[in-house]
């Protein structure tokens, strides 16, 4: 095993580029949306190139159409993963895009395409890197072991059973320390839960036009009801703990991201629903966030007899993160500073992501750490071209180092 050059490291990862731009510009050609288009023609195309490579691969499924693809380097018990998903979220209107979002069109250096950034770029870097940890003999195959997974369905909500949660249960993804490869600007070392409620009221309907609703001796409006309950959420504050890296970001409640109420002009609405999107920071006490919510539907109640109010909770999961003096937080900033002039701020994320699981499972996870891109989930989704190769050399200094680090610790 070799120790890192950085310049022949980078110098090699440059060379690699125009093929791992190619499989880049391939995937994103093969849309995979959500609930859409499902995986496995993108999966195919990730095993392909890992065979290519000169990789072990292998499907993971628990449905064969949305099936995961591990590709594997070395043979050791003690491994590290780099990790993206496959599916992406749909395209919206392709007018609004300056060229067809499936097309991978390279414009001033950037590849734009739906996944482009989120996150196919990450499963092309992923791959490479395992050649360059190859072809310079950075990796001691007999200790340790490097996996690529391109994962489905993480677009469901970071919930979902198919993917990440699949392959930790199933035993299949093992490793002493993970990246998952979104695009970046700064090492994050983890992210913000998401608990999204869905809260739903029942009135009474009657005709907007007779007496009985003129006097109020019958009907209730469930939607002004849902409404004023919205309004209060969104004045709600509770105190939280600060958590280091997490210093810009706190508890931040939504109300009526998705609002649903009335059936006709002239009818007072009967019912009502609304989706209530609720951050929290890692270790937050959630029962008294819903406590919270929980103490504001009944002021309403009482103060609308008759209304009749349920809640129901669509997605939870924790926020979740590793110490910001963590030796794979301080290596990745080492290598940013190594390789792009400037080391990256350490720092937690607002939106959640599957991260949790990793570090749930016990494996120390960057929970976004990769090449420069945009625009995710929005019209132009890009990734700059010229920051794959030097991401290549930034995984591959990362993983050179950290595994030596513990294994020798």
């Not at 288009?37 to 890992?50: L, V």
């Not at 591990?70 to 209107?93: N, P």
Request: hydrophobic content about 40%; some cysteine; proline content about 6%.
């Amino acid at each position: 095993m070799s120790k890192i050059d950085s310049k022949e490291l980078l110098r090699r990862a440059q060379a690699y580029a125009p093929q791992a731009e190619k499989f880049l510009g391939d995937m994103v050609r093969i849309p995979s949306v959500n609930k859409r288009d499902p995986e496995k023609n993108a999966a195919e195309r990730i095993h392909d190139e890992a065979l290519k490579l000169g990789f072990e691969s292998k499907f993971v499924a628990k449905d064969p159409q949305r099936p995961n693809v591990l590709a594997r380097y070395g043979s050791g018990k003690i491994g590290f993963a780099l990790i993206g998903h496959i599916d992406t979220v749909a395209e919206g209107d392709p007018a609004s895009w300056s060229f067809p979002p499936f097309e991978a069109h390279v414009d001033n250096g950037r590849l734009i395409g739906r996944g482009a950034a989120d996150n196919k770029a990450g499963i092309a870097v992923g791959l490479y890197t395992l050649l360059l940890l190859r072809e310079l003999d950075l990796l001691d195959t007999q200790r340790f072991c490097v996996t690529v997974a391109g994962v489905s369905d993480e677009e469901a909500g970071a919930c979902s059973t198919l993917g990440v949660r699949y392959l930790l249960d199933t035993q299949e993804l093992r490793a002493a320390g993970a990246i998952y490869t979104y695009t970046s600007d700064f090492v994050c070392i983890g992210h913000r839960g998401l608990l999204r409620l869905e809260i739903r009221t029942r009135g009474e309907s009657i005709h907007a036009g007779i007496d009985a609703w003129h006097q109020k001796t019958q009907g209730l409006n469930a939607v002004t009801a849902l409404a004023d309950i919205l309004l209060r959420l969104e004045k709600l504050k509770i105190d939280v703990q600060p958590v280091p890296g997490f210093e810009k970001l706190g508890f931040t409640i939504t109300p009526g991201t998705i609002f649903q109420g009335g059936v006709y002009e002239s009818i007072v609405p009967e019912s009502a629903s609304a989706i209530i999107d609720m951050r929290l920071l890692p270790g937050q006490d959630k029962e008294e966030v819903l406590q919270r919510v929980d103490a504001i539907i009944k002021e309403v109640e009482a103060e609308r007899p008759g209304l009749k109010t349920e809640v129901m909770r669509k997605v939870d999961i924790p926020g979740a993160a590793i110490p910001l003096d963590h030796p794979l937080a301080r290596i990745a900033q080492d290598y940013t500073e190594t390789f792009t002039g400037a080391r990256w701020p350490v720092a937690g994320a607002g939106p959640g992501n599957e991260g949790y699981m990793l570090i749930g499972a016990g494996i120390p996870t960057l929970c976004g750490f990769g090449a420069t891109g945009g625009n995710p989930h929005a019209p132009d989704e890009w990734v700059l071209l010229s920051s794959l190769p030097v991401t290549m050399a930034i995984y591959a200094g990362i993983i050179h180092d950290y595994l030596n680090q513990i294994e020798g610790a």
